[in-house]
């Protein structure tokens, strides 16, 4: 079981400006008092009581914790220490500086498919090196891949947010209904038993975006996606047949056009603006659907656990953006 340490963190940590906020609470730069570094502090709000609506649960914390701890790897966060109180748990992490990779992206005149295999490249390194250990993330999406800093020259990429990562247990099955519409995996949105491979649906344009969730969620059930050329005219083959392999396809080989090529920047940027809209427009939206998933949740073979939580969830509808849901409604079956 993981160890949280009791005293005070603030005895040991100067607490700085808000880096950035989740569901469950914020990221603090830190400074550790003794050495003088700087660090990010996550600040967990935890549940009050057995009752409680608000905050997550000890075990929750504990199982990122405890997936943090055996994760040593330079594209992934890495965790320094956990502090407890009564009512939040602190973790100290490494701190990233350089921001969310697609604003890093979406900031450059051009970017050209070599620039964008090297940030690849990282980002399955750290997803590689977790699949090696039983891990999956199981949220991987444009926010929680973070640049250390983004005025390097290769700059290290860092992949964030374990709040959803499961270690797989040989023997046992994983289900769950968490993630993001449109990077969710085809078997999360059937409730089938999970493996690493749902993590590799992985994409910065989403190719199964329809005009609502619940047409993006279809289409990925459907496997029905096509590389619009308004959006892919620009990209080689190799770089679409890539996409094409993770969705299960052949590889060929067109290495050449892969420095002519570049991104189309006009349209990555429309994306990002449009995704951080969504960000927001889904916080409502999504509310809806996972109740509906919630009752689909119900009807094949919920634990009791699993039915606690859908209840604790749908009365956090009400108030509560959507991710919030999230953890909630992971299970083990
Ligand atoms: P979510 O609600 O998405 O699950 P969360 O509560 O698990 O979020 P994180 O996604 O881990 O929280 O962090 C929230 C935000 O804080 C991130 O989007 C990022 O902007 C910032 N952040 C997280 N970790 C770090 C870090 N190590 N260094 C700097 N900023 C960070």
Redesign the pocket.
Known sequence: MAVFKLENVEDLYEIGVV?????????R?VRERASDVL??G?F?KLKRGAGSRLGLERKSVEK?VEILQSLQHQNI?GLKDVFESKAEVVLI?????G??LFDFIAEKENLTETEAIEFMKQILEGVKYMHQKNIGHF?LKP??I?LLDKHASNADI?I?????AQRFIQGEEYRSLGGTPQYIAPEIINYEPLGTAADMCLSGLSPFQGETDEETLKNIVAMNYEFEPHYFSQTSNMAKDFIQKLLVKDQTTQIAKRNRSSINMKSFRKFNAKRKWRMSFNMVSACNRFTRLQLLCKARSPGEEELRDCESDQEDTATK?A??L??RLSSNS
């Open positions: 880096l950035g906020s989740g569901h469950f609470g914020q990221v730069e660090w990010a996550k967990l990122e966060m992490i490494e701190l990233i500086k921001g969310e949220d926010e929680n973070m860092k964030i947010d374990f709040g959803m953006p991710s919030l999230r953890r």
